[in-house]
């Protein structure tokens, strides 16, 4: 029987490497897709400088496509007076119609907050932003910034907190990102036309160049292999971790927190925006959100 788990354990482990894409850092899973002179890769690709100058930002893209699974990001932000700039951390498919998750950091004039600016993409409807002042001062070290995405919901994560929530609701007749593969982008561009108080803050060039630092990259997601994939990353089991039932919903613990988050720090709800829409706010704003 002892021999029997130790060969279970072992197919187990080999079909997930398979699968997964895990250990990856920015030599080995990313290249540079715009602005090769301001980036910069050291330390065994563990860590990754982009640089915003006068003449151009710069920007990374995953070399392999995924769906589902956990992107995790530890990013110190540009220090001082970054008003103008914006730091993008996302995951996207293309396409008109494509799906899309977001982390976005909206610089501000020194001495202000930066802004954490989320949204969700699908089938190239978006419109569905969450905003929320760090807890903490995002330049002074590197903050651990997580896209979990399973079948049943994506979550948020800051330092490891839950901050938002979009679940799967199809039975509803809501688009869900679920069946175009992704791949992971972060850059640093000029934005001045709105990033800061609706783009009445400029940059100050004077201030160039501002640098966003990057360290342990990591994705444990499901490598897409074709339209197979839809159903084979979706499945539950025991390689694609994702799919548990521990991480279908949050727990009691994780509610809790994400409420401390969302009670203190959050700015801006698209689902509060009445005025937006008219008084007619999309669907999922109408349903439980987690």
Not at 43 to 59: H, P, Q, T
Not at 135 to 142: H, R, V
Not at 155 to 169: E, M, Q, S, T
Not at 195 to 223: E, M
Request: aromatic share 16%; proline share 4%.
């Amino acid at each position: 029987m002892a021999s029997f788990r130790v060969f279970l354990l072992a197919l187990i482990a080999l079909v997930a490497s398979e699968q997964c894409l895990v250990g990856a850092n920015f030599y080995n899973q990313t290249y540079c897709n715009w602005g090769p002179q301001n980036m910069a890769i050291w330390g065994n690709g563990e860590n990754l400088a982009l640089v915003l100058n006068r003449v151009s930002g710069s920007g990374i893209i995953t070399t392999t496509q995924f769906l589902f699974g956990s992107i995790q990001m530890l990013i110190k932000l540009v220090p001082g007076n970054s008003a103008g700039t914006v730091t993008a951390y996302y995951v996207s498919s293309t396409g008109d119609r494509h799906d899309e998750i977001d982390f976005e950091f909206l610089g501000n004039s020194s001495g202000q907050p930066y802004t954490i600016h989320t949204n969700v993409y699908a089938q190239g409807i978006g419109n569905r932003e969450e905003q929320f002042r760090p807890w903490f001062d995002p330049t002074a070290d590197f903050h651990n910034y997580t896209i979990h995405w399973n079948p049943s919901h994506i979550v948020w994560f800051v330092d490891g907190l839950p901050i938002r929530v979009f679940r799967n609701y199809e039975n509803f007749g809501i688009p869900f990102p679920n069946k175009q593969p992704m791949k992971a982008y972060s850059s640093i561009w000029n934005a001045d036309n709105w990033a800061t108080r609706g783009g009445l803050v400029k940059i100050d060039w004077n201030r160039a160049p501002f640098v966003a630092r990057y360290h342990s990259f990591r994705l444990r997601t499901c490598q897409w292999r074709g339209t197979y994939s839809i159903y084979q990353c979706a499945s539950r089991t025991a390689a694609n971790w994702w799919t548990f039932q521990a991480y279908s919903k949050l727990s009691y613990a994780q509610i809790g927190q994400m409420q401390w988050v969302r009670k203190n720090y959050m700015i801006y709800d698209y689902c509060k925006d009445i005025k937006r829409f008219n008084g007619l706010l999309p669907r999922e704003c109408l349903l439980p959100q987690f």
